[in-house]
């Protein structure tokens, strides 16, 4: 029964911190974890929990408790956010020529890239990244655009342990999401940077770019944006919201996604819904008044552009002074579609996952809105998507052939409100 012991540490205002014990477990038929918070660490008065549902910071000075994981969970949630999926996956693989990294591995090898505040190491001293394939880091410890865009391509071809599978397991193995990325610096600040896959068939990072710019035409809560061509390839940048800027540099912002605040599993995929996280956001929000109306204007917006990726990952929270407080908008892609009927991954209101402007509004008691506000606020959300999603498209660079392609995603935002006012 192998067992990988690690410090948990939280980047706190004056640094990072060990907050606790984490040991991970793989069995036969199912791997667990169990996780202590340490003493001194309960007795800071800037203590925050790794984990807001699953560990709960227990009252200083009680008895000492050991979490273990729920029956099917090899981890805990809030400790598998600061874990990478798809991308950060795929380059751990080829780094250990093709063996399937474990869990363990892919936490402790993941570097002070990842999202949020937690970080680990071998000792209560200070974290340390452990890879097992060696010397983790390339030369140097910030890469530029046309050596990340240059170790993308190349990367996704070659099955070597090379200075740029290196490059981009330093600034890129720590993220999550599925697509190619990489951390970068624009003037001092923390960036992502997103590039296209090889096997893309449409230019994805304009069309994520012309999607949040529409976004904040809307007036939802997006961060800053950015796009440049380097080496004949398209980047979209998006500025880091879990980073805050100081005099010393970046201080890390704690971080928990949707599923981590619903304590839900990863297979529970279609079983929750914008109702779940509104009372989230009231249970744990520091504003949950003015969160709710930004997560009901998102959840219209995605409804509106066809946005079917809308599962619990790509919704995320951020701690701050006051409590949990929702994070601003990322991930969102629209998708074309041959049919008429939609569906969200989340459920939307009464009709279940129905991706429609009347289930919307129909399930808007969960977000305290009224049927006639809830009703005024998707109109003009139909009204800005309607008017503004073409000139988005047309700004990101993309041509005709694209728009047409895309047009079936802006069907409802084109004739919704002829559907509400009939």
């Not at 398209?234 to 100081?246: A, G, K, P, Q």
């Not at 660079?397 to 047009?407: K, N, Q, S, T, V």
Request: glycine share 10%.
């Amino acid at each position: 029964m192998p067992s990988v012991s690690t410090i948990v540490f939280m980047h706190l205002p004056a640094g990072p911190v060990p907050c606790g014990r984490l040991t991970m477990t793989s069995e036969p038929r199912a791997s667990f974890a169990t996780f202590a918070y340490g003493r001194r660490y309960l007795e800071r008065a800037d203590r925050v929990a790794v984990d807001p549902v699953q560990l709960p910071l227990p009252e200083p000075g009680g008895e000492d408790i050991v979490f273990r994981t729920e029956e099917g969970f090899s981890n805990f949630n809030g400790i598998r956010d600061a874990a990478p999926d798809g991308w950060g996956r795929y380059l751990m693989y080829k780094a250990l020529d093709d063996r399937e990294p474990s869990e363990a591995e892919i936490l402790l090898a993941s570097g002070d890239y990842r999202v949020g505040a937690l970080a680990f190491g071998p000792t209560p001293e200070s974290p340390g990244r452990l890879t097992p394939w060696g010397e983790g880091a390339a030369p140097g410890e910030h890469f530029t655009l046309e050596e990340l865009a240059a170790a993308v391509e190349e990367v996704q071809s070659v099955d070597e342990l090379d200075d740029n599978l290196r490059r981009l397991l330093t600034a890129g193995s720590s993220l999550g999401g599925a697509r190619p990325k990489a951390a970068t610096d624009v003037l001092g600040q923390p960036w992502i940077a997103k590039f296209p896959a090889n096997d893309d068939i449409y230019p994805i990072c304009r069309i994520e770019l012309a999607t949040m710019r529409l976004a904040k035409h809307c007036g939802l809560d997006v961060p800053n944006l950015d796009f440049r061509e380097v080496l004949g390839r398209d980047i979209y940048m998006i500025e880091r919201f879990d980073r805050i800027s100081t005099a010393d540099g970046a201080r890390r912002q704690p971080f928990a996604s949707g599923l981590t605040i619903l304590g839900a599993h990863e297979s529970d995929v279609g079983r929750h819904s914008y109702a779940d996280l509104a009372d989230a956001i009231r249970r744990h929000g520091a504003d949950p008044r003015k969160d709710l109306v930004e997560l009901y204007r998102r959840m219209v917006f995605n409804i509106l552009v066809t946005n079917d990726d809308d599962h619990l990952r790509n919704h995320g929270f951020l701690w701050t002074a006051q409590g949990w407080r929702l994070s601003p908008l990322y991930d969102v892609v629209p998708k074309p579609q041959v049919g008429l009927e939609r569906t969200l991954v989340l459920g939307v209101g009464p009709r279940g996952r129905a991706a429609t402007l009347e289930n919307a509004i129909a399930g808007a008691g969960a977000f305290g809105f009224t049927i006639e506000d809830a009703r005024r606020d998707a109109l003009a959300l139909v009204d800005s998507v309607r008017e503004g999603w073409m000139k988005q498209f047309r700004g990101a660079g993309l041509g005709d052939a694209e728009i047409r392609r895309f047009a079936t995603c802006f069907r409802l935002a084109d004739h919704g409100r002829d559907l509400l006012e009939a």
